[in-house]
């Protein structure tokens, strides 16, 4: 079993849809939690991070953290064509040092 | 303009041949990072440094060498004992964002294919 799983899609949303992209993990260690997200053949990008449990809110982006189902979601509001792209949930125990990826859902919004 | 940089961006190799992937970065970074990416299975740590003429072996580092003889540098070789070694590799440095949280910052990749 991986540490931290993700389904890998694709999702595939219309132009305005708010989008829900979840992650699950198993290592109770774990204390911050990160969205990359990733353009095709690019490296990815921070998108949001978040400490311990809670929600963080960036804009038309939403980050949630429920450590006691150990439960991790994004989720984007009127998305756009331009958030097409793959987005990585990543968990670690310290300060990025040793990140666990997700295996990553590759992301669709329609015009 | 600081970033990380690495080349080439698509590197083509014959069985059998060790291959060299370049990683720079100019944002005065000590921990640096090597990951492969491979479609479906998110991104695998490769090897890491934390300081110059030091590193660690990741989860899949068999088949793959490293080295930090600068801070600015970590060159990752592909040698011809890893068996499967067509993929995307990212090069990554650690800086600090905010007080309290470190962040990953990866470079734009390089796609080695072998033939």
């Known amino acids: 079993q991986k540490e931290v799983e993700q389904d890998p899609g694709p999702l595939s949303v219309p132009e305005g849809a708010i989008v829900s992209l979840n992650c699950t993990y198993s290592?109770?260690?774990?204390?911050?939690f990160m969205w990359y997200r990733q353009y095709s053949r690019k490296g990815p990008e921070l998108l949001m991070y978040?400490?311990?449990?809670g929600n963080k809110e960036d804009g038309r982006f939403t980050a949630q953290v429920d450590k006691s189902s150990k439960y991790i979601s994004l989720f984007i509001r009127d998305s756009q064509p331009s958030d097409s792209a793959t987005y990585l949930c990543?968990?670690?125990?310290?300060?990025?040092?040793?990140?666990?990826f997700g295996s990553g859902t590759q992301l669709t919004v329609l015009p | 303009d600081g970033g990380i940089t690495q080349s080439p961006k698509y590197l083509f190799r014959k069985e059998g041949q060790n291959v060299t992937l370049s990683c720079e970065q100019n944002?005065?970074?000590?921990?640096m990072y090597w990951y492969r990416q491979d479609p479906g299975q998110g991104l695998r740590l490769i090897y890491y440094?934390?300081?110059?003429?030091?590193?660690q072996k990741g989860d899949i580092a068999e088949g793959y060498s490293v080295s930090r003889e600068k801070k600015e540098s970590f060159p990752l070789t592909v040698t011809s004992a890893q068996k499967n070694p067509t993929a995307f590799y990212l090069c990554?440095?650690?800086?600090?964002?905010?007080?309290?949280?470190?962040?990953?910052?990866f470079g734009p990749g390089t796609r080695l294919t072998v033939l």
């Open positions: 990543a968990c670690s125990s310290g300060s990025a040092r040793q990140l666990t």
């Open positions: 290592n109770s260690a774990f204390q911050y």
């Open positions: 978040t400490y311990s449990s």
């Open positions: 944002l005065n970074h000590d921990a």
């Open positions: 440094s934390q300081i110059v003429n030091d590193f």
């Open positions: 990554a440095s650690i800086g600090q964002r905010g007080s309290s949280y470190n962040e990953q910052f």
